[in-house]
């Protein structure tokens, strides 16, 4: 099913289910945790100009945010 360019909205729903039965999908979220902290850490020992380390904070966290 994944990658199938046909999949309709029905697949989508079940390969959701299988996903989350799997526990595949949490362990995708705690592994974008632990890499959104590992940045972070990393960020705070960078010797980025005033301004420029919040702003790549601020990114990392907008990119891992989850909205739906």
């Given at each position: 099913?994944?990658?199938?360019?046909?999949?309709?909205?029905?697949?989508?729903?079940?390969?959701?289910?299988?996903?989350?039965?799997?526990?595949?999908?949490?362990?995708?979220?705690?592994?974008?945790?632990?890499r959104?902290?590992?940045?972070?850490?990393?960020?705070?020992?960078?010797?980025?100009?005033?301004?420029?380390?919040?702003?790549?904070?601020?990114?990392?966290?907008?990119?891992t945010?989850?909205?739906?």
């Open positions: 099913m994944i990658g199938e360019p046909t999949l309709d909205e029905s697949h989508a729903d079940e390969l959701r289910d299988i996903l989350d039965a799997t526990g595949a999908r949490a362990q995708v979220e705690r592994l974008i945790t632990t959104l902290h590992q940045a972070l850490r990393a960020l705070d020992q960078a010797p980025f100009p005033p301004g420029a380390g919040e702003s790549l904070r601020e990114l990392a966290a907008t990119a945010a989850r909205t739906s």
